[in-house]
C-alpha cells in the first residue's frame, strides 16, 4: 500500500459546495467530502494556516473509507455545527462525528472526530499531517507513550489521542488503517496550543458532552418562520464566526475565488464593521440575544477607539487588517493565494450608518449602555464632519460620492433618533434631511430613480438598503422606481446581481449575489408584494451546497458557489428575511416593526 500516493489522491479540490465548516468562535476547519479537514488556521482565524491543502498547500487531517469505491453525505446536528460525514461503501456504511470543542479557547483547539461503523465492520484511513506557517512546517519532536503521539509545529504543540497504531511515513505525516466494527466507537483527539499542553489529555466524552450543551445553549430553538432549519444553521453558522472578543469575521477562508483566473480573490478572516451591524440587525428581529450583544460591543469599542478614523475592517482583537501579499502557495484552481486586504486604506462612510442602525435596534431591545450611547453620538459627529468626502462604498471600489453611503447614513441617522432624546433627535433627523437632500440633487436619476453615483447613472441593488431601512418612504417614488429598476435591469432567473459592471452580459462579469437576492425579498415584503417576495427568499435559499452553506456568490448557469464561505452576511440576511417574512407587518424594516 502507498499511502503517500493514496492520501494525495484524497486531497484534490472539491467544488465549493461540498464543503462544511466546524468552528468554535476562535478559529474553523473547512471539511471535504473526502473527510479531509484541508483548511485550519492557528491559534486564530486569521493566523497562518496548519491545514492548507484546500489552497494546494501541505497539510490536511483525514479520516475516510480505506477502499475508495464510496459516495458522501452529510448533515449538521440541530443548533449546532456539530457535523455528520456519512460513506456509503460498497462494504457497508461509517459515519464521522466531527467538532471543534465549543466554546474554543484562545489558545488551544481541539478537534473531535468519533467514527462509528453502523452495518458492518469497516476499515478506515487516517492520516495526520500538520504543517505550521501555511505548510512550511512540518511536524517535528514526534513521540508515541502511553499510546499517546505529542509534538511540535512551527511554535505549536499538538497531542493526538486514539492514534496509537498511526506509523510515521517517509513524508512526515502519521498514517494508519483501522478496523472499526459497529458497537465500539473510534475516538481521535488532536489538541493544538500555541502554548504548553496541560499534563493530562482531554476525555473525549466529556468533551462532546460539554460540546453539546454548549453549542444547545448558544443556538436558539427558531420557529414560525419560512424556514425554521435554515434560519437555525444560519444563527449557528454566525455563532461560529464570532470571537470571545465579540468580533465576526467576514468568513473562515482566504483567496477563494470569485471569478477564475479574474484575480478577485480576497482574504475574509477580518471584521468588517457593516457585516458585522448586518448580524447584529439581522438577529435583532428575534430578540436580544449573545450575538446582538456582541456586535454591538465590538462596533461600539471600535467606534470609541478610532472616532472618525473607523476603519472598514479589523482583525478579531481589535488591531487593523494587514495590507495585502502573496503568498507562495499553488492555490485553490483559478486563484492565486494572498493573505491581507486592501481594505485597511479605506473609508467607507455606510458603515456609519449601518453601525447606527446596529445600536438603534438593540436600543429597542433595552441593550444600550452610557459607552453604547457615547459610542452613537460618536457615530452621528462623524458623519456630520466625513459626509461632504468620497468614499470606497459598500463595493469597495473607487472613491465617489456614493449615493448609497449617504443615504444609509440617513437611515440610520433616522433609526437612533427614534430612541434618542429629543434634543439630539431632532437634529439628527435635520442631518439626515441634508443627506437625502445631498443625495437627490446629484444622484436621482432622469427616470426618478436612485443612481449609483453623480457620474454614474447605473442602478445599485445595494440602493434598496436605504428604503428597507427607512431612510425615505417605501412608497415614495424614489423607492418604488429603483425597486423595479433593480428587478428588471439586474434581477435573473431569481437571483440579483449587484450591479452592471461593464459591457458583458450580467453573469459574465461576475455571479449573483446573495446578499442582494435577500434584499429583494424585503424589499418586495415591505412594497407588500408577498408572493413576490417569498419568490426570491425561495430561490435564493436554495444556493448553498449540502451542508446548507453560503458563499458570497452563486454562478447562476453552473450553478455553484463563487467566493469565501461561510459568508456570515449571507446568512445574516437569510435569518433575517425568514423572520421578517412570516411576519404580516410591511412597515419600515429600519423602525423595528418587525418580528420580535
Request: with cysteine; hydrophobic share 40%.
Amino acid at each position: 500500500m502507498n499511502d503517500e500516493s493514496a492520501i494525495a489522491g484524497l486531497l484534490s479540490p472539491h467544488v465549493l459546495r461540498d464543503y462544511a465548516l466546524l468552528a468554535d468562535g476562535e478559529r474553523g476547519v473547512v471539511v471535504g467530502p473526502r473527510g479531509d479537514y484541508c483548511w485550519m488556521c492557528l491559534p486564530r482565524w486569521d493566523s497562518p494556516a496548519v491545514f492548507t491543502s484546500l489552497l494546494g498547500g501541505r497539510g490536511a487531517y483525514v479520516v475516510c473509507p480505506f477502499r475508495t469505491g464510496f459516495v458522501w453525505g452529510g448533515h449538521y446536528e440541530e443548533r449546532s455545527l456539530i457535523w455528520r460525514s456519512r460513506w456509503v461503501t460498497t462494504d457497508g456504511i461509517v459515519e464521522c462525528r466531527e467538532a471543534l470543542a465549543f466554546p474554543g479557547d484562545r489558545h488551544r483547539a481541539v478537534l473531535l472526530r468519533r467514527i462509528t461503523a453502523l452495518d458492518g465492520p469497516t476499515q478506515v484511513r487516517i492520516a495526520l499531517d500538520l504543517r505550521a506557517d501555511f505548510g512550511a512546517e512540518p511536524m517535528r519532536d514526534l513521540r508515541l507513550a502511553d499510546g499517546i503521539w505529542t509534538g511540535r509545529c512551527g511554535t505549536h504543540r499538538f497531542r493526538w489521542t486514539g492514534a496509537h497504531d498511526a506509523q510515521l511515513c517517509e513524508d512526515g505525516s502519521l498514517n494508519a488503517v483501522v478496523q472499526v466494527v459497529p458497537g465500539k466507537e473510534r475516538d481521535l483527539v488532536l489538541e493544538c496550543c500555541d502554548q504548553e499542553l496541560s499534563t493530562a489529555p482531554v476525555c473525549p466524552d466529556d468533551v462532546w458532552r460539554q460540546t453539546e450543551k454548549a453549542w444547545h445553549d448558544a443556538v436558539p430553538a427558531i420557529s414560525g418562520t419560512l424556514a425554521d432549519a435554515d434560519a437555525q444553521l444560519a444563527y449557528a453558522v454566525l455563532r461560529g464566526l464570532t470571537s470571545s472578543g465579540g468580533g465576526m469575521v467576514a468568513a473562515a477562508t482566504m483567496s477563494l475565488p470569485e471569478r477564475a483566473e479574474q484575480g478577485r480573490n480576497y482574504d475574509y478572516r477580518y471584521c468588517w464593521i457593516r457585516d458585522q451591524c448586518y448580524a447584529g440587525q439581522a438577529v435583532a428581529v428575534a430578540g436580544a440575544s449573545p450575538l446582538l450583544d456582541d456586535a454591538v460591543r465590538f462596533v461600539s469599542e471600535r467606534v470609541l477607539a478610532d472616532g472618525p478614523g473607523l476603519e472598514p475592517a479589523y482583525s478579531i482583537d481589535g488591531s487593523a487588517v494587514p495590507r495585502e501579499e502573496d503568498l507562495d502557495l499553488p492555490g485553490y484552481p483559478g486563484a492565486a493565494v494572498k493573505r491581507g486586504n486592501w481594505v485597511t486604506d479605506q473609508f467607507q462612510l455606510d458603515a456609519c450608518g449601518e453601525a447606527l442602525l446596529l445600536l438603534a435596534a438593540a436600543a429597542r431591545l433595552d441593550r444600550l449602555d452610557s459607552d453604547h450611547w457615547r459610542a452613537a453620538k460618536t457615530l452621528v459627529q462623524t458623519i456630520t464632519d466625513r459626509w461632504h468626502e468620497p468614499d470606497a462604498g459598500i463595493w469597495e471600489v473607487d472613491d465617489q460620492h456614493w449615493a448609497h453611503s449617504r443615504l444609509t447614513c440617513a437611515a440610520g441617522l433616522r433609526s437612533i433618533s427614534q430612541v434618542a432624546p429629543q434634543c439630539e433627535s431632532s437634529q439628527w433627523q435635520q442631518l439626515a434631511d441634508l443627506l437625502i437632500s445631498s443625495t437627490e440633487s446629484d444622484c436621482l436619476n432622469p427616470r426618478r430613480r436612485w443612481q449609483r453615483a453623480p457620474h454614474d447613472s447605473r442602478v445599485d441593488a445595494a440602493l434598496l438598503i436605504p428604503s428597507i431601512r427607512g431612510a425615505v418612504p417605501s412608497d415614495d417614488p424614489r423607492t418604488v422606481n429603483t425597486l423595479e429598476a433593480v428587478r428588471t435591469e439586474l434581477g435573473r432567473h431569481g437571483f440579483v446581481y449587484r450591479f452592471q459592471p461593464d459591457e458583458r452580459p450580467l453573469g459574465e462579469a461576475e455571479g449573483a449575489f446573495l446578499l442582494c437576492g435577500f434584499l429583494m425579498a424585503l424589499a418586495d415584503h415591505q412594497q407588500g408584494n408577498t408572493i413576490q417576495a417569498v419568490r426570491w427568499f425561495e430561490r435564493n435559499r436554495t444556493a448553498c451546497g449540502s451542508p446548507g452553506l453560503f458563499a458570497e456568490e452563486f454562478d447562476i448557469t453552473q450553478r455553484q458557489l463563487r467566493g469565501n464561505l461561510p459568508q456570515a452576511f449571507v446568512h445574516a440576511l437569510l435569518f433575517e428575511t425568514a423572520h421578517r417574512l412570516a411576519d404580516a407587518d410591511t412597515g419600515p424594516i429600519g423602525t423595528g416593526t418587525g418580528r420580535r
